[in-house]
């Protein structure tokens, strides 16, 4: 079984400051990895995925992410915030199974990201 | 395009009676989703759909059934609601059923079971 763990609930950072948000997985078998963004009152949005190759992954929005195997991490980076960043941000695992997981996502419990002016 | 929509976007209901959760995408995709988002819980997966045809269980399916209606629609039943059923709903859909496919999500159903 595979799990997601999201190691800070709010981080709160000032305009234009740098931002991360840290994200652990546990899974016995290889995994692709998911960074999701929800804004007030709407669904989730995707910013960036791992599946394979290098280890640093650009998403929209000038966020990043990178895969770190042997710390089993997939920690989201901004160097500089915007207000309009302010959103809870999600990161989730599936486990690559030769394509019959059917895109069986595991979410972290979520990071709310507040930016102040 | 309007991508993944879903009906309701608010309901009450008291316990016991029973709703639907409406969820149809336009996006010709073959695999459709329903999950519930708690605080704190992350979200979690009810049942899928992997194509037209099939369902099956996520992780929290207890008290739900599914229906695939056609390749557009998936619906959610709530047969005999709970308290413990009061949530956020979100539907998702995605190309294949594949574990490295984007999954795209509606903009959520709150319900309130009191």
């Known amino acids: 079984a595979q799990s997601v763990t999201q190691l800070d609930s709010q981080v709160p950072v000032f305009e234009e400051a740098p931002v991360e948000l840290r994200c652990n997985y546990s899974?016995?078998?290889?995994?692709?990895l998911f960074w999701y963004v929800q804004y007030p009152n709407q669904g989730l949005q995707l910013l960036l995925k791992?599946?394979?190759?290098?280890?640093l992954v650009k998403g929209i929005n000038g966020f990043e992410a990178e895969f770190n195997k042997s710390q089993t991490s997939f920690h989201l980076r901004k160097p500089s915030v915007h207000i309009s960043d302010t959103a809870e941000y999600f990161c989730?695992?599936?486990?690559?199974?030769?394509?019959?997981?059917?895109?069986?996502?595991?979410f972290g419990q979520g990071t709310i990201l507040t930016v102040h002016p | 395009n309007a991508g993944v929509t879903q009906t309701p976007k608010f309901q009450v209901l008291k316990t016991g009676q029973s709703m639907t959760l409406q969820c149809a995408q336009d996006?010709?995709?073959?695999?459709m989703y329903w999950y519930r988002q708690d605080p704190g819980m992350g979200l979690r997966l009810i049942y899928y759909?992997?194509?037209?045809?099939?369902?099956d269980k996520g992780e929290v399916p207890n008290g739900y059934n599914v229906s695939r209606l056609n390749k557009r629609e998936f619906s959610l039943r709530l047969e005999s609601a709970a308290p413990s059923q009061t949530s956020v709903y979100f539907c998702?859909?995605?190309?294949?059923?594949?574990?490295?496919?984007?999954?795209?999500f509606g903009p959520g159903t709150r319900l309130t079971v009191t």
């Open positions: 989730a695992v599936t486990h690559n199974a030769g394509g019959t997981s059917y895109g069986k996502l595991t």
């Open positions: 899974s016995s078998v290889s995994v692709y």
């Open positions: 996006m010709n995709h073959n695999s």
């Open positions: 791992y599946l394979s190759g290098s280890t």
């Open positions: 998702a859909s995605s190309v294949l059923a594949g574990e490295n496919d984007e999954q795209y």
């Open positions: 759909s992997a194509s037209e045809g099939t369902t």
